[in-house]
C-alpha cells in the first residue's frame, strides 16, 4: 500500500514498527494517504482540507527538518512493516520549559494496533533520557476517545479542559489537555 523507499532512522520499536525523520522523498505516500482517507483525517486533524498536492507535504516535510535542525520540533514518520502509515512527534519542544507537545495521526488502516501507544511511548523516552525534558503535555479534541485513550493508557494526567479551543473544519472544538512529568514516567516504568 504505502510502501517506504528510503528515511533516516530514528527510533527501532520493534520487528514491525520503527520511527524515520520526514523526508521530502515521503511527500507522495502522505499525500495517498490523504486523498484515500481526507474525511476520515478531517475529523480531528485541521490540514487534510487543504493537503492538495504533493507540494504541501514537501512544504510540511521541508520545514519540518529546517524546525528539527533548530531544535524546535521533531517529526517522524511511523513506518509499519515497511509502509509509511502516519507521523507522531514533538510539535513543539520549548527548552526553556524543559517542555515538548507531543501531536500524532495514523492511517484508519492501522488503528487498534497498539501503533501509537508505542509511538508515543518512545517519543516520551527519548524526550526524558535524551533532550532532559520535565514534562510532555498531548492536546486531544474532547470526543476523540482514541487519543485520549492513549494518553490514559500511558499514565498522563488529565490537567484540564480548554472550550472552543479550535475551529476544526466547520465546527468548534474543545481540547482536553495532558500532562505527564518525568517523575510520574519513571515511577510507572
Not at 118 to 131: D, E, G, T, Y
Not at 160 to 167: A, F, K, L
Amino acid at each position: 500500500m504505502y510502501l517506504l523507499r528510503g528515511g533516516l532512522l530514528l527510533f527501532k520499536i520493534d520487528q514491525a514498527l520503527t520511527l524515520t525523520l520526514v523526508e521530502p522523498s515521503f511527500a507522495k505516500t502522505y499525500y495517498e494517504i490523504v486523498q484515500a482517507e481526507r474525511d476520515y483525517l478531517s475529523q480531528w486533524l485541521v490540514w487534510p482540507p487543504y493537503a492538495d498536492s504533493e507540494n504541501f507535504f514537501i512544504s510540511f516535510v521541508n520545514k519540518s527538518l529546517r524546525d528539527y535542525a533548530d531544535g524546535k520540533s521533531l517529526v517522524c514518520a511511523m513506518i509499519y512493516h515497511g509502509q509509511l502509515i502516519g507521523n507522531v512527534s514533538f510539535n513543539t519542544i520549548c527548552h526553556e520549559l524543559k517542555k515538548v507537545n507531543i501531536g500524532y495521526w495514523l492511517s484508519a488502516n492501522y488503528q487498534g494496533k497498539g501503533i501509537v501507544t508505542r509511538s508515543v511511548a518512545k517519543l516520551i523516552s527519548h524526550a526524558f533520557n535524551q533532550l532532559g525534558m520535565e514534562k510532555i503535555e498531548i492536546s486531544a479534541a474532547t470526543e476523540n476517545f482514541a487519543s485520549r485513550n492513549v494518553c490514559q493508557r500511558l499514565g498522563f494526567t488529565l490537567e484540564g479542559t480548554i472550550s472552543n479551543s479550535e475551529h476544526l473544519n466547520g465546527r468548534i472544538i474543545s481540547h482536553a489537555i495532558y500532562g505527564l512529568k518525568k517523575e510520574q514516567w519513571l515511577e510507572l516504568s
